[in-house]
């Protein structure tokens, strides 16, 4: 296993990212998010964008999964292999990008993706799922690192309330890469259950990183007794 990945086994990552149009969608502020991150403890940061994944890079020592959301087709993270070249290039250790069996929108296949990323350049690759299917693909076509990101987006799935544990347990149990549970883990008692299930590593974002919607809980607590 890569010295990258050795650094995330057991681990908690935690994503850095801000909503367009939102107060804190300042590539700054999120290198300011990643490096309180790794001082409470995360091994590890995720980045959207470009200037983001350069500047957490250079501001941390940690593992930095880098991915571009761009366009408005339905596979929109890291989307195709020019975004995953330039993700690349921007320094991360880990592309992450759609891990789903949906076209793409350059046409390429995900084993395309990946092959024609490694050509370019010495990284990880990271396959964003939304079920068992997409996770024993994306195997096949060459990732690193298998998420379970998409679960409840992409149709094939219903929307858990919490991580997708039946997810879980299934890629665990299936797939012989690396099984990164990420997707409303919003509790502690969450993430240490999903290690539990025999997750690779964790990734929370919204519950650390997200004060608007983390306010929101609160609000609605407060507001709708």
Known sequence: MSP???????RLIVSCQAYPGEPLRVPEIMERMALAAVEGGAAGIRAQGLEDIARIVAATDVPVTGLWKDGEDPVFITPTLEHAIAVA???AHIVALDGTRRPRPDGRTLAQTIAGLREHADVLVMA???SLEDALAAEDAGADVLGT?????????????????????QMVARCSRPVV???????PAQAADAMGRGAFAVVVGTAITHPTTITRWFHQAVTER
Do not use: M, N
């Open 149 to 169: 990101t998409l679960a409840g987006y992409t149709g094939e799935r219903a929307r858990t309330q919490g991580p997708d544990v039946e997810l879980i347990d």
């Open 4 to 10: 990258v990945l050795e650094r995330l086994r057991g």
């Open 128 to 130: 964003d799922c939304g």
């Open 89 to 91: 290039d921007a320094g």
């Open 181 to 187: 549970v990420e997707g409303r883990v919003h509790t």
